[in-house]
């Protein structure tokens, strides 16, 4: 089996050391992602002094470039974002927006410089909303050139209002972690998929 790599990018609202249900789920994900032969890393947005905008580096203190060169040097990109609103978090259309800088960037080939890596979206909250967040996630990712491969993505959806979070069940509720198994098993083959045979150029 072909080595990769992956990256979380939890978009949590909030810092550490608080607990996040972005963060436990998206390490849910890198733990069924090693089952495939995929190393990966969970980087807290948050934790990190990322500038509005839509260019690759925003200047003095813009954090984005460090996170970006994680994305450029991993095969697998997972966007974790909690329910707010029925929207993605904030965090998380910082994430896309500063991603939009990569519809410019092409490789030797003339291809766009993301084509090649795959994407999905691991979702949690309590209110209704996973598919509609997916969906946002999925098509800004798509956009600036990551492939999404079906079924790709996990998600849990508490009690509408209610006050149980991810992270404080006593368990992963079954279905939650077969839609885990089922991301990491997709993400993983596709991404080896196109490392061994790539995009042809345009």
């Known amino acids: 089996m072909t080595d990769l790599t992956a990256l979380v990018l939890t978009c949590t609202l909030s810092p550490s050391p608080s607990e996040s249900s972005s963060e436990l789920l998206g390490d849910q994900v890198l733990a069924a992602l090693e089952k495939h032969g ?21 200047g003095d203190g813009d954090a984005w470039p460090a996170i970006r060169d994680k994305v450029l040097a ?17 965090v ?7 991603l939009d800088a990569e519809i410019a960037e092409t490789k030797e080939n003339g291809n766009p410089i993301l084509f090649d890596k795959v994407a999905g ?24 050139g990551f492939s999404i491969p079906p079924q790709a993505v996990t998600y849990w959806v508490g009690q509408a209002m209610g006050s149980t979070d991810y992270n404080e069940l006593d368990e992963t509720p079954e279905k939650t972690r077969g839609t885990t198994d089922t991301l990491a098993r997709v993400l993983a083959h596709l991404a080896r998929v196109l490392k061994e045979s790539p995009y042809p150029a345009g």
């Open 38 to 58: 995929v190393s990966g890393e969970n980087v807290r947005v948050v934790d990190h002094a990322v500038t509005f905008g839509v260019q690759k580096d925003m």
């Open 92 to 98: 998380a259309k910082v994430v896309l927006e500063r």
């Open 121 to 144: 979206v691991a979702v949690v909250g309590n209110e209704d909303g996973a598919h509609h967040v997916s969906a946002e996630v999925y098509q800004g990712l798509s956009d600036v």
């Open 74 to 90: 991993v095969d697998i990109l997972v966007v974790a974002t909690p329910i707010w609103m029925g929207q993605p978090a904030s």
